[in-house]
């Protein structure tokens, strides 16, 4: 009932889902795929970085070649006359790159080349095999992916004017290096450094293919995609094995619930899972519970509707006898005896229908009643006089042993309190002797409060202690008038007991003596 109390206080639902109906159309094993496939993306992503890789090769080509011609410079700077032309022959194939020698007017004076392999080559694409052609289209896509600004294509084939090598003709006219890079027409970057001959007034121009750039990047992208195959192997596996143990136990749950909701209880079966100890078996047993509970609480509702129908016609059945004979009595003493019997019926009637609507509407209340401190010796101790007045017609007196102060304080609902204490009370005072005493106390013992109530009338067998508590059940005492009482106290009492998380038990008197104790035990609210 608690929880039920706390289940009132949470927001409603249809705010939660509104913030989430686009997300609740998903069914969980797209859910489960959006989520691999997010990663699947962060990890596809990686590939990007592939740009940064190859760029990051290529600054370190350019600083390279500008290095090396920078030291090409400065050696021809002292090298004889006779043996500059050799000495760029034996650097540029060391530094597998072509070296021109361009003098102050522009007139290539030395190729690296003439008269020597070439150190580099530049292959027509339409020559290449398909598995080439492919990579370099490949290569295009996730440049254009990327969104990278391309360097500009080369002119092939490779052209020795200098007015073809901007950056020679800038350094020439500058006295300054420059580098750039061009896209070779097979794909691959071209690298050029210009760098002015100290005192000489010449510029030297080196030029690289760098063919290994191209191809550290593509191996670095072949062991990425090696790995990003196996995460979507084990991606896609993950995703059905999921769907497997979280959607399909679902869907056979949601399927029980529906044959519940369709009134089917005592056909379905709810599976429990018990080899499951995750969420998804807690859902299904408390599924499975829930079921139970609400086919047990429709059970109660048509044994109790079945009892109220039956507690009904008796009055009533008395009813329609004495209206029926009342219009043909003449007697007076007997008409008279007869508007009692029509008293007696209503105010019992009456207590019926006042009974039965308490009891009807009391889980109810008590799940949206706000629990406050309630002092049970004051509680009591306020009830006394109408105790004793009730019980006064045939002397039964009220001993009430007063409570330590704030000793016994429970949280729960003052007013459904009261009314239980009352029922066993009241219970309590019809079974009394004449001139007997009930003895009523509070206290704290062992964590909970307990208040006991003792009488001295027969006392109750241990066969009859469970059938007390429930509805209609009624063993009066023989000298009480009939009707007095509904059957109803009793089962008031527990379901009021068990809406505030405690309960009620009965038992024989500690002294030995005739009659019986009744002990309503409450939670002792923490500190």
């Given at each position: 009932m608690r929880n039920e109390r706390e289940a009132a206080r949470v927001p409603a639902p249809e705010a939660e889902e509104g913030r989430l109906r686009w997300w609740g159309r998903w069914r969980i094993l797209h859910r489960v795929l959006a989520v691999n496939v997010l990663v699947l993306a962060l990890l596809a992503g990686s590939i990007f970085y592939l740009d940064g890789y190859r760029r990051r090769l290529t600054e370190q080509g350019i600083v390279a070649t500008a290095t090396q011609a920078r030291l090409a410079a400065d050696s021809l700077a002292l090298a004889e006359p006779q043996e500059r032309a050799p000495l760029l022959v034996r650097l540029g194939a060391d530094s597998r790159t072509r070296i021109r020698l361009y003098g102050p007017d522009g007139a290539l004076r030395i190729d690296s080349w003439r008269g020597a392999p070439p150190t580099y080559d530049l292959r027509d694409p339409r020559e290449e095999d398909w598995e080439k052609r492919f990579s370099r289209r490949?290569?295009?896509?996730?440049?254009?992916?990327?969104?990278?600004?391309?360097?500009?294509?080369?002119?092939?084939?490779?052209?020795?004017?200098?007015?073809?090598?901007?950056?020679?003709?800038?350094?020439?006219?500058t006295r300054r290096s420059r580098s750039t890079v061009r896209i070779a027409p097979e794909g691959t970057p071209f690298i050029s450094a210009a760098v002015p001959v100290a005192e000489t007034g010449e510029v030297l121009l080196m030029t690289r293919n760098a063919r290994l750039i191209r191809r550290g990047v593509r191996e670095e992208r072949g062991t990425l995609g090696l790995v990003l195959l196996s995460v979507l192997a084990l991606s896609v596996f993950l995703s059905l094995f999921l769907n497997h143990t979280i959607a399909l136990p679902l869907r056979r749950l949601a399927r029980a619930?529906?044959?519940?909701r369709l009134g089917r209880a005592r056909e379905v079966h709810v599976p429990r899972l018990p080899e499951r100890s995750d969420e998804i078996g807690l859902l299904a047993r408390a599924l499975s519970d829930m079921s139970q509970a609400l086919r047990t609480r429709i059970d109660a509702t048509e044994a109790f509707a079945a009892d109220v129908t039956h507690e009904l016609k008796n009055p009533l059945a008395s009813l329609r006898s004495a209206v029926d004979t009342i219009e043909r009595v003449e007697d007076p003493a007997l008409r008279r005896q007869l508007?009692?019997?029509?008293?007696?019926d209503v105010a019992r009637l009456d207590r019926l229908v006042v009974d039965i609507a308490?009891?009807?509407?009391?889980?109810?209340?008590?799940?949206?009643?706000?629990?406050?401190?309630?002092?049970?010796?004051?509680?009591?101790?306020?009830?006394l006089d109408?105790?004793?007045?009730?019980?006064?017609?045939?002397?039964?007196?009220?001993?009430?042993?007063?409570?330590?102060?704030?000793s016994a304080i429970v949280q729960g609902d003052e007013a459904r309190l009261a009314r239980a204490i009352d029922n066993v009370v009241d219970n309590a005072v019809s079974f009394s002797p004449a001139g007997g005493v009930v003895e009523?106390?509070?206290?704290?013992?062992?964590?909970?409060?307990?208040v006991t109530v003792e009488d001295e009338g027969p006392g109750i067998a241990p066969a009859r202690r469970h059938d007390i508590f429930r509805r209609f059940h009624s063993l009066r005492p023989e000298e009480e008038a009939f009707g007095r009482h509904s059957g109803l106290g009793l089962a008031i009492a527990a379901a009021t007991m068990a809406g505030h998380d405690g309960r009620i038990e009965v038992e024989d008197r500690r002294d030995g003596g005739s009659g019986a104790r009744f002990v309503l035990h409450f939670p002792a609210p923490t500190p």
């Amino acid at each position: 009932m608690r929880n039920e109390r706390e289940a009132a206080r949470v927001p409603a639902p249809e705010a939660e889902e509104g913030r989430l109906r686009w997300w609740g159309r998903w069914r969980i094993l797209h859910r489960v795929l959006a989520v691999n496939v997010l990663v699947l993306a962060l990890l596809a992503g990686s590939i990007f970085y592939l740009d940064g890789y190859r760029r990051r090769l290529t600054e370190q080509g350019i600083v390279a070649t500008a290095t090396q011609a920078r030291l090409a410079a400065d050696s021809l700077a002292l090298a004889e006359p006779q043996e500059r032309a050799p000495l760029l022959v034996r650097l540029g194939a060391d530094s597998r790159t072509r070296i021109r020698l361009y003098g102050p007017d522009g007139a290539l004076r030395i190729d690296s080349w003439r008269g020597a392999p070439p150190t580099y080559d530049l292959r027509d694409p339409r020559e290449e095999d398909w598995e080439k052609r492919f990579s370099r289209r490949l290569d295009r896509v996730l440049n254009a992916l990327a969104g990278g600004r391309q360097p500009p294509g080369l002119a092939a084939p490779e052209s020795s004017r200098l007015a073809d090598w901007p950056e020679a003709a800038a350094a020439l006219a500058t006295r300054r290096s420059r580098s750039t890079v061009r896209i070779a027409p097979e794909g691959t970057p071209f690298i050029s450094a210009a760098v002015p001959v100290a005192e000489t007034g010449e510029v030297l121009l080196m030029t690289r293919n760098a063919r290994l750039i191209r191809r550290g990047v593509r191996e670095e992208r072949g062991t990425l995609g090696l790995v990003l195959l196996s995460v979507l192997a084990l991606s896609v596996f993950l995703s059905l094995f999921l769907n497997h143990t979280i959607a399909l136990p679902l869907r056979r749950l949601a399927r029980a619930a529906t044959q519940v909701r369709l009134g089917r209880a005592r056909e379905v079966h709810v599976p429990r899972l018990p080899e499951r100890s995750d969420e998804i078996g807690l859902l299904a047993r408390a599924l499975s519970d829930m079921s139970q509970a609400l086919r047990t609480r429709i059970d109660a509702t048509e044994a109790f509707a079945a009892d109220v129908t039956h507690e009904l016609k008796n009055p009533l059945a008395s009813l329609r006898s004495a209206v029926d004979t009342i219009e043909r009595v003449e007697d007076p003493a007997l008409r008279r005896q007869l508007l009692d019997v029509l008293r007696d019926d209503v105010a019992r009637l009456d207590r019926l229908v006042v009974d039965i609507a308490e009891v009807s509407r009391l889980d109810a209340e008590l799940s949206r009643a706000r629990f406050e401190p309630v002092d049970l010796g004051a509680l009591i101790e306020a009830m006394l006089d109408v105790w004793e007045e009730r019980g006064g017609a045939r002397g039964v007196h009220i001993a009430f042993a007063r409570p330590r102060a704030g000793s016994a304080i429970v949280q729960g609902d003052e007013a459904r309190l009261a009314r239980a204490i009352d029922n066993v009370v009241d219970n309590a005072v019809s079974f009394s002797p004449a001139g007997g005493v009930v003895e009523v106390g509070a206290a704290r013992v062992d964590g909970e409060v307990a208040v006991t109530v003792e009488d001295e009338g027969p006392g109750i067998a241990p066969a009859r202690r469970h059938d007390i508590f429930r509805r209609f059940h009624s063993l009066r005492p023989e000298e009480e008038a009939f009707g007095r009482h509904s059957g109803l106290g009793l089962a008031i009492a527990a379901a009021t007991m068990a809406g505030h998380d405690g309960r009620i038990e009965v038992e024989d008197r500690r002294d030995g003596g005739s009659g019986a104790r009744f002990v309503l035990h409450f939670p002792a609210p923490t500190p």
